[in-house]
């Protein structure tokens, strides 16, 4: 019986280090908080384990970014997220997907050019196969 719960406390003890290192969302609005803390960190692994094969950002301008490019610029340093808060953020969840709003007040370096102030996003997160991914992310200055 002792050898069991001391099995038990380990797995218990793994799956709270893993929860801690940021593996898996917990809901959607833990994915898109990872998302942006993923990009204030640097971290490009932790990026590319929460978004969608068919991930996508819209930028600035409107035009759509598919992932691949958005983590190609991510990894080489051509997006560089300096600092960055999250407010406001409010989700709406439908089922397996959740729809993300808030405001970002964000310092970064986009290629040549420098940002800083706020902007409206939204992300949207879809569970798929038990796990949440962000599928599609927005980006609007507020002026």
């Known amino acids: 019986m002792k050898s069991i719960l001391l099995a038990f406390a380990f797995s218990i003890a793994a799956l709270l280090t893993n929860a801690q290192t940021g593996a898996l969302p917990i809901d959607g609005t833990d994915c898109s908080n990872l998302f942006f803390?993923?990009?204030l960190e640097e971290d490009a692994g932790s990026l590319?384990?929460?978004v969608s094969a068919?991930?996508?950002v819209t930028d600035f301008q409107g035009q759509t970014v598919n992932g691949n490019q958005f983590q190609?610029?991510?990894s080489q340093?051509?997006?560089v997220i300096e600092s960055g808060m999250l407010s406001g953020t409010m989700t709406r969840t439908y089922n397996n997907v959740?729809?993300?709003t808030g405001r970002w007040n964000v310092s970064a370096k986009l290629a040549n050019n420098r940002y800083q102030g706020e902007m409206s996003y939204m992300s949207v997160c879809v569970k798929s196969g038990?796990?949440?991914k962000v599928t599609a992310v927005?980006?609007?200055p507020i002026r």
């Open 54 to 56: 068919d991930f996508t």
């Open 37 to 39: 803390k993923a990009l």
């Open 98 to 100: 959740a729809v993300v």
């Open 48 to 50: 590319e384990n929460l």
């Open 130 to 132: 038990g796990i949440w």
């Open 138 to 140: 927005q980006l609007t």
């Open 72 to 74: 190609e610029a991510f």
């Open 77 to 79: 340093g051509i997006i």
